[in-house]
C-alpha cells in the first residue's frame, strides 16, 4: 500500500454518486491513482461516469489488487461492505455522516478490521448523482477520522494522504463525540430547514429574498440520505433538539413579554458567534 | 412629482444606513435625480457617504423642495417622520420590514398622509452601515407596497416608477397579508438561525461545512434592527412559531419512533418545494 508520494495503483470506489464521483473525479484531474474502478448498482450512474471519465472501468466486485477502497454507499449499507472485504488486502475507508452506528453495525457482525478508516468528509451539496460529481469538493474541507483502538496508523496515515491530495485537512476525533457535534452543526440544521419548508407556501416564494434562499437552501437534499442520517443519529439529534427547543422558547418568550434586556442579550450573543465563525473560516 | 422617465428633482434619504445608503448609491450610478440629499443624525456615516458619492449633500432636514422622501429609518421611527412631513409636498416612502405597526402607528398621531406609500424592499444583507451600501442591492428585488385606501395613485405610480427604475418588481398587498407572510418567509427564519447559534460553541466550529454557513449567515444580521423588526410584528411571528413548532415536533416524533413512511414523506415535501423555489426564482 502506497502511503506516501507515489502514485496508488487501484483505488476502488464503491457506490458512485455525488461523494464517490467526486473522488474519482478528483483523483482522475490530479492523475493521484493508475487506475479508478468502480463498483455500482446503477448500470446506467456507472456507465456515465466512465464516459465522463470520473472513473476508468466499473466492475461488479471490488478488485483484488486494490490498494484502496473507498466506501461511498449510505450510511446503513457500510457495515455489510466493510464486513465482506475484511480479507481484503487493501485500505478501507468510509464517507458516512454518521459514525457510531455504522462501528457499531460492523462490530455487531464481526471484528472491525484494522485496514479500515472511519471517515467523514464534511461537505456536500443539496446536489445528488455522479453527475452533481465535483473535482473539487474537498477542496478547504475537513475530514474527519473517528479510529478504533485497533485501527492501524499505516491504515490512517494512508488515508490522511489521499485526503490531503484532495485539498482537505483531517481531524481525529471519537466516534460519540463526533456524532454528538454533527448532531448540532449539520443534522439538526436539516431537521429544522426540512420543518421549517412545510409551512412555505407558494403565495410566499415572491415574498423571499436572500436570507430565505440561504436558510433553507439544505432543505433541498436528498430526502432519503438524509432520512437515513437523521434516524442512524437520532439519539444525539434529540438531545441537540431538546436544547435548541429550550433556546427557541426562551427568546420567544423575550419577545412575546417585549423582554428587551434578555432579547438584545440574547441575539447579540448570537449574532457575535456567527460572525466570530466567518473569521475561522477566513 | 416626476412619475415618469424624467429624472428626479431632489431625492432626500433619512436615514443612511445599509438601505438609505443603497438607494443612494444606486440612484447616484443610474444619474436618477438631480440632488440626492441625506439626513442622518451621524455625523460620521453622513459624511462618509458625501465623500464616497452615495450623497450628494448632507442636511439637518428634509428640503422643502425634495420630491421624494426615502424614509430609511428603523420601523419604529418612520411614524414621527412621516407626521412630521404631513405638510410636505412630496411623495414620501418608508422601507420598513413590518408594516402593520408602522401605519398603526401614524394613525395613532394623525391622519396617514395620501402621499406616503409604505414600502418593503425584500432585500438586505447581514451587514449595515453605508460602508456596506450596495447600488445592485435593488436588482431582481421584490418591493411590496402595503398602500391604504387614501393612497394616492400617483404617489404609488411615482414609488413604482423609482424602485423599478433601481432595477426593483413592484407587488401589491395589504398590511395584515404582507406581515404574516414575511412573518414566516423572513422574521422565523431569523428568529431560528439566532437561537440555533445559542447552542453552537467554539470546537462546532471546525466541524461545519457549506450548509451550516448557509442556514446560519442571517443570524449574523444587526441585532438592533432585528430585535425591533421581530417585536414589532411579535403577533403574527407568534402565530407563525406556533405552526413551526407543531410541524417541528411532527417531523422529530417520526425520526424518534422510526417511522418512515410519515417521515419520508415530510422530507420529500419539504425537499420538494425547496426546489421548486429554485425553479420560481430561475
Known sequence: MNTGADK????AIVGVGLIGGSIGKAVKERDLAHR??????DAQSAQWAVENGLLDAVSDRVPEDADLVALCVPSDAVASWVIDLADHAGVLFDVGSVKGPIIESVQERGAVPERFVPCHPISGSEKSGPQAADGALFN????????LDNTSDAAQQACAYFWQALGATTLQLGFAEHDAALAVTSHLPHLLAFAFMEQVEE??????????????????????LWWR??????????????????NLQTLAAAIETDNEVQGMALIRAAAAKRQAADKTEN
Chains 1, 2 share one sequence.
Open 36 to 41: 479508478v474502478v468502480g463498483i455500482e448498482a
Open 229 to 246: 442520517i437523521m434516524r442512524l443519529n437520532r439519539r444525539a439529534l434529540a438531545g441537540a433538539l431538546e436544547q435548541y427547543s429550550d
Open 203 to 224: 403565495p410566499h416564494l415572491a415574498l423571499t429574498g436572500g436570507g430565505f434562499r440561504d436558510f433553507t437552501r439544505i432543505a433541498a437534499a436528498n430526502p432519503e
Open 140 to 147: 478547504d474541507c475537513t475530514v474527519v477520522f473517528t479510529p
Open 8 to 11: 496508488l495503483g487501484t483505488l
